[in-house]
């Protein structure tokens, strides 16, 4: 049996997102991450090269998911609109699975720490340029209306993303439907409206 161990910079990068996630870019500090993940401090600038760079990176690590996913999905022989089904279904999972660090995201949109915005903004711009790509295509393909606009499209669905995850607490109390059914919650809301695009 073979027992691997976390690297330090591993154990730094954990510790980081944890925290930037709970808290945000100000209220975490060195030794706070030093402490969480049990290594030298010193050790943060030697991997990362401070604080702002590990910030970048953590940031880094998320989008990398929903970047990959839209690698994955392009890759699929499917329509363009089972395409979208198959990226709204698979982005509500990974921030089902990940609710607190994909906040570190929509903070740094909502309120930015000023250093990552244009990292951030080519990250998003990715997203909504596949979303966009792919309803253009299905307008072409004849099975989404030829009446909406891809980029509206986009953004809607970006938006009923964000909009959930942002206000999923009180979302749950208004929809009276409990933790274990968020991710069908999130996943019938975006069906519903990729319905009612849909030919």
Excluded: W
Excluded at 115 to 141: A, M, P, W
């Amino acid at each position: 049996m073979t027992v691997t161990c976390a690297s330090s910079a591993d154990k730094i990068m954990q510790a980081a997102t944890e925290l930037f996630a709970s808290n945000n870019f100000d209220a975490t500090s060195i030794k706070d991450i030093s402490k969480l993940s049990g290594v030298n401090s010193a050790l943060i600038s030697y991997y990362f090269g401070g604080k702002k760079n590990l910030y970048q990176e953590v940031l880094n690590n998320q989008s990398v998911l929903f970047l990959d996913l839209i690698e994955q999905v392009n890759k699929q022989k499917l329509s363009a609109i089972m395409k979208l089904h198959l990226y709204t279904k698979e982005v509500a999972l990974i921030q089902m699975q990940r609710p607190m660090q994909v906040h570190l995201i929509y903070r740094e949109l909502l309120t930015p720490s000023g250093f990552c915005t244009n990292f951030v903004q080519s990250r998003l711009y990715k997203i909504h340029q596949f979303l966009f790509d792919l309803v253009s295509e299905g307008i072409e393909e004849g099975c989404i209306k030829s009446s909406v606009q891809p980029t509206y499209v986009a953004f809607t669905i970006e938006s009923i993303i964000v909009f959930f995850f942002l206000t999923q607490n009180f979302v749950r109390e208004l929809g009276s439907f409990s933790k274990d059914n968020e991710n069908e919650y999130l996943e019938n809301a975006l069906n519903s409206y990729l319905d009612s695009i849909a030919k």
